[in-house]
Nanobody, 125 residues
Framework: QLQLVESGGGLVQPGGSLRLSCAAS????????IGWFRQAPGKEQEAISC????????YYADSVKGRFTNSRDNAKNIVYLQMNSLKPEDTAVYYC??????????????????WGKGTLVSVSS
């Protein structure tokens, strides 16, 4: 079965850190751009970061720039999103998606080949 599976979400206090993982099953990630999205309750989906398949180039939305780091380990077929200095407004369900295009600020406009089911991140004291 071809799928992406996110993990690593949970409850964390403001200022804390979490590392999300996006693992592929049934296909290899090395030819796909991986994008991260999040959706907070009552809000629209937000595209927050992507990482290119070939050169590892990354993009970050202003809302997470300087706090989140996107990386990939093609040997393990996993992409990571390291989230530091978390804020209550980071609370959302986080999704990863695989697509064959480019990691650019407009990446949310590309068609997605695979979506994960999401992992919940809650930031609260």
């Amino acid at each position: 079965q071809l799928q992406l599976v996110e993990s690593g979400g949970g409850l964390v206090q403001p200022g804390g850190s979490l590392r999300l993982s996006c693992a592929a099953s049934g296909f290899t990630l090395d030819t796909y751009v991986i994008g991260w999205f999040r959706q907070a309750p009552g809000k629209e989906q937000e595209a927050i970061s992507c990482i290119d398949s070939s050169d590892g180039r990354t993009y970050y939305a202003d809302s997470v720039k300087g706090r989140f780091t996107n990386s990939r380990d093609n040997a393990k077929n996993i992409v990571y999103l390291q989230m530091n200095s978390l804020k209550p407004e980071d609370t959302a369900v986080y999704y990863c998606a695989a697509f064959r295009a480019m990691c650019v600020p407009s990446y949310s406009e590309y068609g997605v080949d695979y979506w994960g089911k999401g992992t919940l991140v809650s930031v609260s004291s």
